[in-house]
């Protein structure tokens, strides 16, 4: 298992985004949660295998996207950190 964190900037705040990308996060069988930042970032924390891990990333960040996804991404940044235990499904905060 692996956890990454990544920061999404652009249009993302307000359309839905944080919303979407719980509904995927659930299909693709992570847990953690994605919230908004103060600055007008979302923040996303994801658990899980590398593979899906890899596909909620690419998924992010692809231009244009294939998936439906709401607003706009212009930049982003992850980092990889411990697997939190505690975390259980896949919410938005």
Not at 27 to 41: I, K
């Amino acid at each position: 298992m692996e956890r990454a964190v990544i920061r999404v900037d652009g249009y993302v705040q307000g359309v839905g985004f944080r919303w979407w990308v719980m509904g995927l996060g659930r299909e693709l069988g992570l847990t953690g949660y994605a919230e908004n930042l103060v600055d007008g970032r979302v923040e996303v924390h994801a658990q899980g295998s590398t593979e899906a891990l890899g596909t909620l990333i690419r998924a992010l960040i692809e231009q244009p996207t294939r998936r439906g996804r709401p607003g706009r991404v212009t930049d982003h940044a992850i980092e990889w950190t411990t697997p939190d235990p505690s975390l259980r499904g896949f919410s938005v905060r």
